[in-house]
């Protein structure tokens, strides 16, 4: 059996409509890439958009942070330079009081020695001007001691003179180891006074250098 095909090679192709339906085609395929392609960017675009709000928004609030910072950091800056100021005049006030009183406690030494030795000095004074004090008074108890012997004398010798009492004198002279200076008693026989021990010595009523012989001193 046998086939036979036969083929018309005159038959004109008509590419037209095909190519017709190929541009259809992509341009649907164009036509919805382009609105997916729209949606996705403004979808994006409002994603970008509130994005772009909020770090906005924060930046904002990040740059009033940043102020309200700066100003504290001014504030603080400034507080600091007064406490430094503070600082320095409190260093120079205690210096100057370190100093003063350095000064004041060499003052006060100064002075006390001076008065110490201004006490000494008057101690030392005092001391002397006792011993002036008593050296005057044995100079007076003993001046005492020879007025009065010289006035018992004139008494006897005015009594021997007259008659009325003999014209012999005693004289008793005591020393007293207690005190630096003389004591004495006299005993005119005309008066009979109680006699005296001790050193004793008897002269005339007329003989009055005996009697500055034998004075104490």
């Given at each position: ?5 036969s083929?018309?090679n005159?038959r ?6 095909l190519?017709?339906e ?6 649907e ?10 949606l ?5 675009y409002?994603e970008l958009?509130a994005?772009a ?5 924060s ?7 940043i102020?309200q910072?700066q100003?504290?950091i ?23 009081a370190?100093?003063?009183g350095?000064?004041?406690l060499k003052?006060?030494q ?6 110490e030795?201004?006490l ?13 004090y008593q050296?005057l008074?044995?100079?007076?108890l003993s ?6 012997t ?9 009594c ?5 009492c003999?014209?012999q ?7 007293s180891?207690?005190?630096?200076s003389l004591?004495?008693q ?5 008066r009979?006074?109680?006699p005296a021990?001790?050193n ?5 009523g007329s ?7 034998a004075r104490?001193v």
């Amino acid at each position: 059996m046998s086939v036979v095909l036969s083929m018309d090679n005159n038959r004109c192709l008509d590419f037209r409509d095909l190519i017709a339906e190929v541009r259809a085609r992509y341009e649907e395929i164009t036509r919805t890439s382009k609105a997916e392609a729209e949606l996705l960017y403004q979808t994006k675009y409002r994603e970008l958009q509130a994005c772009a709000q909020l770090h906005g928004n924060s930046m904002k609030e990040t740059k009033v942070q940043i102020t309200q910072l700066q100003q504290t950091i001014k504030k603080l800056q400034s507080q600091i330079e007064t406490v430094k100021n503070q600082n320095a005049s409190l260093q120079v006030a205690i210096a100057d009081a370190e100093q003063r009183g350095e000064l004041t406690l060499k003052d006060a030494q100064t002075k006390l020695a001076e008065l110490e030795a201004a006490l000494r000095t008057a101690k030392q004074d005092i001391a002397r001007l006792l011993h002036d004090y008593q050296e005057l008074m044995s100079v007076k108890l003993s001046l005492d001691v020879e007025i009065a012997t010289y006035r018992r004398l004139l008494e006897g010798e005015e009594c021997r003179m007259s008659g009325e009492c003999a014209s012999q004198v005693t004289i008793c002279l005591l020393s007293s180891s207690s005190f630096p200076s003389l004591r004495c008693q006299l005993c005119i026989h005309c008066r009979q006074p109680e006699p005296a021990t001790g050193n004793s010595a008897e002269v005339s009523g007329s003989c009055l250098l005996a009697v500055l012989n034998a004075r104490p001193v």
